[in-house]
């Protein structure tokens, strides 16, 4: 099976992020299945849409032919190394607090996010084919990501049709068999394990209006 296609080396144009109001009660975190965690209102309207404006001034990367082994996607997008904004989408989110419980391999514990900020934009026609997410090892700490994290800043209530990120977790040579195909909600959080127990998914085509999706992974050390 594919695995996710490269990401880009990270972006250097100016980028003065939103800020991240604290929620004003402790988030709530919902496991519809195996490796799959949504925390609905993540992000507030106000703060999704200052993130879509200020992404939207950025000049993204256009989609490329994948590589032998590699997923087809042809949404656009943008990654920034930055470690300040993601101790603060760690922090003022709310999200450290809500994974306080969450162990990982061997008994590990999340302890923040990858400095690797990504966002991708679907426009209408765009998808990224079934594949698999690695992990990501950072030799200073000695932490390895466990978990993909998507915030979707556009969904079904901004009138996107199709899009959503659909689970295949009994995938076969003949079939990707059935999926699990958590609802496109503006504002929601979704959390995926990744590395060696990622499950077989992909972004869905969409059919309407434009998908809008902040990216990261969470620490586990």
Same mark, same amino acid.
Request: aromatic share 16%.
């Given at each position: 099976m594919a695995k996710a296609k490269g990401t880009s080396q990270a972006e250097t144009q100016p980028l003065v992020w939103p800020s991240i109001p604290r929620p004003p009660r402790p988030l709530r975190v919902d496991n #519809?299945?195996? !490796?799959?965690l949504l925390i %609905? %209102?993540?992000?507030s309207a106000k703060t999704r849409s200052a993130f879509v404006s200020a992404l939207s001034a950025l000049r993204l990367q256009g989609p490329s032919a994948p590589k032998k !082994?590699?997923?087809t996607r042809t949404n656009e997008r943008f990654s920034l190394h930055d470690p300040a904004f993601a101790q603060r989408l760690w922090q003022d989110? !709310?999200?450290s607090k809500a994974l306080e419980g969450l162990e990982g391999r061997g008994g590990r514990k999340a302890m923040g996010l990858n400095p690797n900020v990504r966002c991708y934009?679907? #426009?209408e026609g765009t998808f990224f084919g079934a594949h698999y997410d690695d992990d990501v090892h950072d030799p200073a700490t000695g932490w390895t990501t466990e978990w993909t994290l998507l915030v979707y800043l556009t969904g079904k209530e901004d009138g996107v049709v199709g899009g959503e990120t659909a689970f295949y977790p009994t995938p076969s040579k003949r079939s990707n068999g059935p999926a699990i195909v958590p609802e496109l909600l503006s504002g929601r959080a979704l959390l995926h394990r990744h590395g060696q127990h990622c499950a077989l998914h992909e972004g869905r085509r969409v059919d309407k209006g434009v998908k809008w999706v902040l990216r990261s992974d969470v620490f586990f050390g």
């Open positions: #519809p299945a195996e !490796g799959l %609905d %209102d993540f992000f !082994g590699e997923a989110s !709310g999200l934009r679907y #426009p």
